[in-house]
């Protein structure tokens, strides 16, 4: 047999076992961030909020990352809600962990999300997740695009990658899953004013108008003594 | 000769760079070894990765594998002195080098991310293009209107008296 044959027979089988091994040894979602913890411990987190302290309305919002609705809700409500509640001191926003089990990937995103919360980046990082959900219609391993949406957040990716290998906040998540099952959360998103769940009957994603409203009416009501 | 093995090794490399580009495409193998910029995932799951209907890559393994069986074909010692397969290995290789530069268009000034593997495809059809564009040149030069062949052309002894 000619030379070059060989050669280029022996490259072949060098070339397909490299792929075979990049293949096999492509790390996926660290286990310790994307399942369930095996307990659950209360750390005295509940949530990271936007608003000011003293607004009188407190909205809880329960979601999921890799839920569409959270996404078109965050996208395309939440601007709004922002400069019309929030900004004006009329509202205080908060965001609670409901990962959904029908979701591959819901608390992996969120782990990513509370990773780069403890750099202070939570809010960068949500609006990464929630601004490039395509990640969520692949059905794909999103560690490595979840590194650079960290990074385009200005998250320190070493300090990032320790987090999500040790899982750190796993337990906060289904802490927060939990406290959501307690209050009825059904769904996401799923709303609360004040300790109320809102929006029972309402068969459409709620608006900016739809939160005036709630706000408006909490407003009305007189001051308890 | 050396030009179409050049061309046949480097579309045998490219057919791998892009079969695992494919893979993972597909979903297999988890997270793409991209390195510390990671841009791959980005480039892997923009609304460009897929044409018409396919992934993107899957177009790299079926073009790479056609560059790399007409260079093997090429290369039968019957086809050697053949120039038509130089003009359609610089054909093959210039729609893969057309389609590599809209490719790399698209990353640099649409979905600005980098894809290291994109990158790594994009030089190797670069190279395929060049080689073949070489062996084409060189074959129109070799061509039989103008060759010399110094066997054809040595004087053939007469018949002596």
């Not at chain 1, 096999?24 to 369930?36: D, E, L, R, Y």
């Not at chain 2, 045998?12 to 893979?23: I, N």
């Not at chain 2, 560059?67 to 093959?92: F, M, N």
């Amino acid at each position: 047999m000619n030379r070059f044959y060989v050669v280029l027979t022996v490259l072949a089988v060098v070339l397909g076992v490299s792929v075979l091994a990049l293949l096999k040894t492509s790390g996926g979602a660290p286990a310790a961030a994307a399942g369930p913890p095996p307990t659950v411990a209360d750390d005295g987190f509940r949530g990271y909020s936007l608003g000011q302290e003293s607004a009188p309305v407190e909205i809880v919002e329960y979601l999921d990352f890799e839920c569409p609705v959270c996404a078109t809700f965050a996208t395309v409500q939440m601007p709004t809600i922002k400069e019309q509640l929030i900004n004006t001191g009329r509202v205080r926003w908060r965001f609670r962990d409901y990962p959904l089990p029908i979701h591959k990937y819901s608390r992996f995103s969120a782990h990513a999300a509370q990773c780069a919360g403890a750099q202070g980046k939570y809010f960068d990082m949500q609006d990464q997740l929630f601004e490039h959900h395509q990640w969520a219609q692949t059905g794909k391993d999103p560690s490595s695009l979840f590194r650079t949406f960290a990074q385009a957040a200005g998250v320190d990716l070493k300090t990032y990658d320790a987090c999500m290998e040790s899982g750190k906040y796993a337990q906060r998540i289904e802490y927060s899953r939990q406290e959501g099952e307690k209050l009825l959360v059904d769904g996401t998103p799923t709303f609360f004013a004040n300790g109320t769940k809102l929006f029972i009957s309402l068969r459409r994603l709620p608006n900016s108008d739809d939160f005036k409203a709630v706000v408006d009416s909490i407003s009305a009501r007189p001051a308890r003594r | 000769m050396r030009y179409r093995q050049t061309i046949a090794v480097l579309a045998l490399v490219g057919c791998f760079v892009a079969l695992y580009l494919w893979l993972h495409a597909l979903g297999y193998g988890g997270a793409i070894k991209c390195g510390a910029s990671g841009g791959c995932e980005i480039v892997q799951t923009s609304q460009w990765a897929t044409f018409l209907g396919l992934p993107v890559a899957f177009y790299g393994v079926i073009g790479y594998l056609a560059v790399l069986v007409v260079a093997l074909a090429a290369l039968r010692p019957a086809a050697l002195a053949q120039t038509s397969w130089s003009t359609l290995l610089a054909l093959l290789a210039t729609i893969g080098f057309g389609f590599t530069l809209y490719l790399t268009y698209l990353e640099l000034f649409v979905i600005h991310a980098i894809c290291r593997w994109c990158i790594g495809s994009a030089a190797i059809i670069t190279l395929i293009w060049i080689v073949a564009m070489a062996e084409w040149i060189a074959s129109g030069v070799r061509s039989p209107a103008t060759r010399t062949d110094p066997a054809a052309s040595r004087q053939q002894p007469g018949p002596r008296v």
